[in-house]
């Protein structure tokens, strides 16, 4: 079962805020209570939920890809270049392939706007 921060929180004797805080490096926070945190949270093995993350930023740094396929070098060439450019950036690339089937590119739009709250913009 993954460790949650409320677990890694009662695990020190702290409020979750102030957890929260530290694991982001947050100045109102003391280092000494940093450090603290941060060896508790290694030694729990918690790991941070991406998409509690993403919602509290109000982002997710995940770029989206859907693309007809993989197959061709006009659509496998600019996915590699992106790739490597959000990345180096700290974005992450995600790819869904369609096969140029109109259900699978409608039910891919959908889920992809409904999960994310993705601003989509047309092929």
Same mark, same amino acid.
């Given at each position: 079962? %993954?460790?949650?921060?409320?677990?890694?929180?009662? $695990?020190?004797?702290?409020?979750? &805020?102030?957890? $929260? #805080? !530290?694991? @982001?490096?947050?100045? @109102?926070? +003391?280092?000494?209570? #940093?450090? @603290?945190?941060?060896?508790? %949270?290694?030694?729990?093995?918690? +790991?941070?939920?991406?998409?509690? #993350?993403?919602?509290?930023?109000?982002?997710?740094?995940?770029? =989206?890809?859907?693309?007809?396929?993989?197959?061709?070098?006009?659509?496998?060439?600019? %996915?590699? =270049?992106? &790739?490597?450019?959000?990345?180096? #950036?700290?974005?992450?690339?995600?790819? !869904? +392939?369609?096969?140029?089937?109109?259900?699978?590119?409608?039910?891919?739009?959908?889920?992809?706007?409904?999960? !994310?709250?993705?601003?989509?913009?047309?092929?």
């Amino acid at each position: 079962m %993954a460790v949650k921060l409320a677990d890694l929180a009662a $695990s020190l004797g702290l409020d979750g &805020s102030t957890v $929260s #805080r !530290a694991l @982001r490096d947050d100045p @109102r926070v +003391q280092p000494v209570t #940093r450090e @603290r945190v941060k060896a508790e %949270a290694l030694r729990l093995g918690y +790991q941070p939920h991406a998409g509690a #993350r993403a919602l509290a930023e109000g982002r997710s740094r995940t770029f =989206w890809f859907v693309l007809p396929n993989m197959e061709s070098p006009v659509e496998r060439e600019p %996915a590699s =270049w992106a &790739s490597k450019y959000l990345l180096e #950036r700290g974005y992450d690339l995600l790819l !869904a +392939q369609h096969h140029n089937d109109a259900g699978v590119y409608g039910r891919l739009l959908a889920r992809l706007s409904y999960s !994310a709250g993705a601003g989509i913009a047309p092929p």
